[in-house]
């Protein structure tokens, strides 16, 4: 067995090549002119779009925008193909746009929830006249929907047809769209959240662009439309709802999310990446993209911030600290009696919620126990394998960009039992995802396993049984 500071030493290794090879700043360094130039490409590109839409339809017109993103906070991994923007609607000047709290009975209240109130007047007419109902009345005046988002695709879209039909695609279901050669671009069939989509061929890559159009009434904070269910309201109209995005969080707020030094960043770049690996396995494995997309940059972010307050002594090294949290996410799920080596597999039911680092009555799922079981699994598969194995081969095979193309399929033999003892065993990992996956959750007394049977004579096993629904509170 591995003693703890060996393991720790080994898993900050790891994290450190990691985060030193998958950060873009790095695999770009001898082509930094170039990635510079792809960066102002796309920001030339959507500074035009948003000028010429707005010049087209009124209530698009955008009178700035912020950079938002992973790409701008310098944690974007292996090519830059995502960027995200918050234009800023021009309407937020009109005298007729107020911003109001929401009904003093919703549940919401003091949340970081808001509404738009749209005065009597020239713009109110204008909202009236779209193809898409975008006003609600209430008791107190009218309100502006957030299904405004979907007038500004269907604006945009009729837009784009009539002014760039030579290089745009239209309307595409980007999960299942090749790349664009350098020029081409489209408009993503749904919205993503609150914002529009739009891919197009850049100098070096295909990229998505995520340009959430908002409202901003004060410094530092926008407001961006949220999406609200009705169980969590108590008022029927709860489209009017928009939630507040604070732009700057230590300048302007005092709030720090745990990515300041490098060593957090590090571990923060190493958590995107292994969420990069599940993607790429889930399409290799089954041919699509992950139904229910991955956990979100932001869901690692609050789980990173929520537990930050645990590091202690000057010798608490990112091995140590990513084996917290990975301990903290699958403590969810344990149960009194599971050893260090067991654990259990999120499921149905498994939703874990954390407060929000702003408003911290509000809770955020950040982790969909049903949508996000293989991901996880890939996680804690790649933990215990750098715990148990000192034979680190394996790891230039993990983080090749050729993987997991490189490993055979798994065959289909019904048990589980994976054992890290021949080669990398790397098909181990592919088993195991394909398995909890694919697997049905068995009789109570006897749920199936993931059993991983580690060089050094350990065992990992992991319990897929069903939970109930997990909350922070």
Not at 182 to 195: A, C, E, T
Not at 306 to 320: A, L
Request: proline fraction near 4%; charge should be negative; glycine fraction near 6%.
């Amino acid at each position: 067995m591995s003693h703890p500071e060996e393991f720790h030493a080994r898993l900050t290794i790891f994290v450190t090549i990691v985060a030193g090879e998958k950060n873009i700043i790095n695999r770009y360094r001898h082509q930094r002119a170039e990635l510079e130039y792809h960066t102002a490409y796309i920001e030339e590109f959507v500074d035009d779009i948003c000028s010429s839409f707005g010049g087209y339809s009124d209530f698009a017109q955008v009178k700035t925008r912020f950079s938002r993103g992973s790409y701008y906070e310098r944690t974007k991994i292996i090519e830059p193909n995502e960027y995200d923007y918050l234009p800023v609607l021009s309407l937020t000047d009109d005298v007729a746009v107020e911003v109001c709290d929401v009904e003093e009975d919703c549940k919401l209240a003091g949340q970081g929830y808001k509404r738009v109130k749209i005065l009597p007047g020239q713009l109110q007419k204008h909202f009236k006249n779209l193809r898409r109902n975008v006003l609600c009345k209430q008791n107190d005046g009218v309100y502006l929907k957030t299904e405004i988002r979907y007038s500004l695709v269907e604006e945009l879209d009729s837009y784009l047809k009539r002014n760039h039909s030579q290089n745009y695609l239209g309307r595409k279901n980007h999960n299942e769209d090749p790349a664009y050669e350098i020029g081409q671009f489209s408009l993503h069939d749904l919205v993503h959240g609150p914002s529009v989509c739009i891919r197009v061929g850049g100098p070096l890559c295909t990229t998505d662009i995520d340009l959430c159009f908002c409202i901003q009434k004060s410094p530092g904070c926008v407001l961006v439309p949220a999406f609200v269910s009705s169980a969590k309201c108590n008022v029927v109209l709860n489209e009017n709802h928009w939630t507040e995005s604070v732009l700057q969080l230590q300048k302007e707020t005092g709030i720090e999310l745990p990515l300041s030094d490098g060593q957090h960043k590090h571990v923060f770049l190493t958590l995107k990446f292994i969420s990069h690996l599940y993607d790429k396995i889930y399409w290799f494995l089954f041919g699509s993209c992950t139904p229910d997309g991955l956990i979100s940059s932001y869901a690692y972010k609050l789980l990173m911030q929520h537990h930050s307050h645990r590091q202690k002594g000057p010798d608490y090294n990112i091995g140590k600290w990513l084996e917290d949290i990975v301990y903290f996410i699958f403590g969810f799920t344990r149960k009194e009696g599971d050893g260090r080596d067991v654990f259990r597999a999120y499921g149905r039911g498994d939703d874990v919620y954390l407060p929000d680092v702003h408003f911290h009555e509000r809770k955020v799922k950040v982790i969909n126990g049903d949508a996000n079981k293989g991901e996880l699994i890939t996680l804690l598969w790649i933990y215990k394998h750098v715990e148990h194995n000192d034979n680190t081969v394996w790891w230039k095979r993990l983080l090749d960009d050729d993987f997991p193309n490189n490993v055979d399929k798994p065959v289909h033999n019904g048990l589980i039992e994976t054992e890290c003892v021949d080669k990398d065993g790397l098909d181990s990992l592919l088993r195991s995802v394909e398995y909890v996956m694919t697997i049905r959750s068995g009789k109570p007394e006897r749920p199936p396993e993931c059993i991983w049977r580690h060089m050094n004579g350990a065992i990992t096993r992991v319990i897929i049984d069903d939970q109930k629904p997990l909350d922070i509170f």
